[in-house]
């Protein structure tokens, strides 16, 4: 399939890389400070374990950040793309037309009147009315889902935790549309399983060094390396995976193709 001519978003894997750029100063500083010893103002050797655990830390804010950066870009370009309401997921149809819910009957209601505005509310409240509403709207879908596209954050994204497998998958299927992106986090020496389980274990460090500053186990800048390169990789094929999605249901590539090629290969002694 030929490329789209005109990229009308910035690819958000170029900010993710950017971040991850100081990750490189900070292992720097590491290198450094490794070989130039320093002291504590009471003459004790300073540890530089704590550059390693806040390397971490690190991944895996970058990787959380990008997580959401990639969904919000590809809403917004099948907002802007989209030609119909269809390629939007139920549940942010939903959320988009609650403006439009049918008032409760009330008190100054004559019998007639009361009754027709239950009978609108009890199919509202079915959920069947927020359904049907998107096949009578004509061109305003569009506007209604982008008048409301905040709520669609703030439900969805602003309240996003833990970037892991199973909590990715469900943000994407929620917003965007796609089954199962993580299904796609396999290369060669690296199944989809182990890969996810990886992911699992440098969040479970993370989530360790946060809460109590210590770890399962002990951190070493080999675990650095092993884990920005995975973290690397996966946000490359969600880039993909979703640029081709986004294809899809616009006819239109939002970004080019992320090109991330360093593809590390499952180390157990590390993924437990």
Known sequence: MPENPQLNIAHPIDAYMENMDELTSLMTIYSHVSSHPLKTSSG???????????????IVTCWDEYIKQLVTSAFDFMLAHAENPDVFPL???????????????????????RRRKQKVRENWDAHLWKQDIWHLAGE????????????VMKQYVDTFQSPRPDNVDKLFSSII????????????GMSCEDAKKCLN??????????????SHRLVTI???????????????????VVREHVYKQ???????????????AYQQARCK
């Open 91 to 113: 549940q942010v149809k939903m959320l988009s037309s609650q403006k439009l819910q049918p008032p409760h009957p009330d008190s100054f209601d004559n019998d007639v009147v």
């Open 140 to 151: 305003g879908w569009i506007r209604l889902l982008r008048e409301n596209k905040e709520e």
């Open 44 to 58: 004790e050797p300073c540890t530089t374990e704590i550059l390693l655990k806040q390397g971490i830390v690190f």
């Open 250 to 264: 616009t006819g239109q590539y939002p970004w080019l193709d992320s090109g991330i090629l360093d593809v590390p």
């Open 201 to 214: 274990i440098v969040l479970n460090l993370r989530g360790d060094l946060v809460h109590t500053n210590q």
């Open 222 to 240: 080999d675990d650095i390396d092993y884990f920005s390169l995975l973290v690397n990789k996966l946000a490359g094929i969600s880039a993909n």
């Open 177 to 188: 549309g796609i089954k199962r992106l993580s299904s796609d986090w396999t290369w060669l």
